[in-house]
């Protein structure tokens, strides 16, 4: 069976930005694939974080990745500092990349832009990220478009390693969507939803109440005209509403292009908000009912156990490549 690993930062509320681009696209894959999926509190530590804050985020995004339909009976889920593999193998990785490639990543120049402090985590973050995947012979890793750079280093990092060591680990290809790999803020077209954007009605929260999520998209911004037409290009407002109707309703951009044919902008974010309001209903219902249950913990140790156990075999064989002493 083919593996995927995906991970996602339990910093602040998880948007649909993060859901269209890859929680959603996680559940396609439970069926089919040996799925690992990580909740990444290593690498949000990159960047200051309230300990009580960070301490909900992991327990809620964990009980969220339930909520969208991922069944722990056929996936393993798990907090990343409880498998404690993952900070190994990125110290050995570490020692095999190179500053040249960290400076050439643009998440960690946005990120560090305008700090008087930057942590040197923030600046090896990717060779983290590369350790959660190769630690899992992992084949294909479902993301957003904002993480393409980091898995093409990873991608180097693996070749590299196997070229110098031979043949270790497993190359891993990135799956990327077609639609929805890079929702944009409602606020403003030209900038990713980004969890850090403070302003609320930059994004849409899974756990927001359809009031909020009324007002967010009604606030959007669009453009003069008042055609409902998808052109990234000239209408990236209206395009980028199209793109959450269509991935979230499964109408096609050609149906909503001639559904709302001279209705205006008015009467397409109406139903913006009903689309978006019906999708989020059943997670937020599930995500309540998980939380009550209990069972998040149990999910969770289990997974850790998974995640060790195969992560281990794999951290073992780099070990004896680089020549430590292993008894
Ligand atoms: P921040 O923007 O504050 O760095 P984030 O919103 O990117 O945080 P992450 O936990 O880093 O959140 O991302 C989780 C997953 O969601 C990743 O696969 C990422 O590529 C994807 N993702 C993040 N933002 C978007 C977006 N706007 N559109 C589509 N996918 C996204
Ligand atoms: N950097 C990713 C989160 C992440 C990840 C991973 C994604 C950490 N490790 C491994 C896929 C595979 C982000 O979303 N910002």
Known sequence: MKRVFSGVQPTSQVHIGNYIGAIKRFVEFQNDMDCFFCIVDLHSITLPQDPKKLYENSLQLAALYMAVGLDPSKVTLFLQSQVPT????????????????????????????????????????????????????????????????????????????NKKYGETFVVPEPLIGKFGARIMSLDDASKKMSKSNEYEHSKINLLDTPSKIKKSIMKSVTDSESEIRFDVENKPGVSNLMVIYNTLSG?????????????????????????????????????????????????????????????????????????????
């Open 86 to 161: 993952h900070s190994e193998l990125a110290w050995l990785l570490q020692c095999n990349s190179y500053t040249g490639e960290l400076n050439r990543m643009t998440q960690f120049k946005e990120k560090s832009q305008g700090k008087e402090s930057i942590t040197a985590g923030l600046y090896t973050y990717p060779v983290l990220m590369a350790a959660d995947v190769l630690l899992y012979d992992t084949n294909y890793v479902p993301v957003g478009n904002d993480q393409k750079q980091h898995l093409e280093l990873c991608r180097d990092i693996a070749i590299r390693f």
């Open 251 to 327: 109408m096609s951009l050609d149906d909503i292009e001639s559904k709302y044919k001279g209705l205006g902008y008015g009467a397409f974010k109406k139903d913006l908000v009903e689309v978006v309001v019906s999708a989020l209903e059943p997670i937020q219902s599930k995500y309540e009912k998980i939380l009550k249950s209990g069972e998040v913990e149990k999910v969770l140790k289990e997974g850790a156990e998974k995640a060790k156990e195969v992560s281990n075999g794999i951290l073992n064989k780099v070990k004896k490549k680089i020549g430590f002493v292993m008894f």
